[in-house]
């Protein structure tokens, strides 16, 4: 599987002054449009931790370890341009400085599963890839994309990368090779090319979409991402 981990960098300073509503509506609108992009790419996901993401593909369906890896590094690519577009609107809601986040990937096996007590269960997935991807997270900087040789060595010849050599992150006992994604953040139109894993991914969602049983902000939910799908 490969894991998707992202977090929003100095996210409490730089909300700290605003409102309970605007950080609500902030919040909102960035769970939204990241969760656009994730349904688009064919992702899983597994659950927002305060303003952390936690995504994950190859399971419940897999396209491949491959076209799984590549679909999740052409996701956080979108996620990241995504970003640097919103800068205005979320000044709009008052904030003073542009949102920015640091992503963490990593292929590995783990258990999915639901987990959880007698009152509550989740959908999860569990394991050291999972630990290790929220680390590397932790280890980038604003606006980097950073993944471990396991995921490098699944794409070497699919992205750009930069080696930034073997990292000691908190709590990981050997040190983990890793790389940074090099890509333009300023694309225009947030877009990067589709592959075929990613459409085949959507169609099997698709598939299992049934339209008359969406309320009606499920649906618009949906018109959005095809109306995005479109225009690549």
Known sequence: MTIFFSDIVEFSHKTERLEPEALSEILNIYFSEMSAIARAHGATIDKFIGDAILMFFGDPESAGQEMDAEACIAMAIDMQRRMTSMHDSFARLGLG??????????????????????????????GSPVNIASRLQDAGEAGQILVTGSTYALLAEKFRFASIGNLELKGIADAVEAYRVVFDPSNEDGAVAISEAQLQALETRLAQVNIDELDEAEKDDLLRTMSKLLKR
């Open 97 to 126: 400085e542009p949102l920015e986040i640091r992503i963490g990937i990593n292929s590995g096996y783990c258990t999915v599963g639901n987990f959880g007590s007698f009152d509550r269960i989740d959908y999860t997935v569990v």
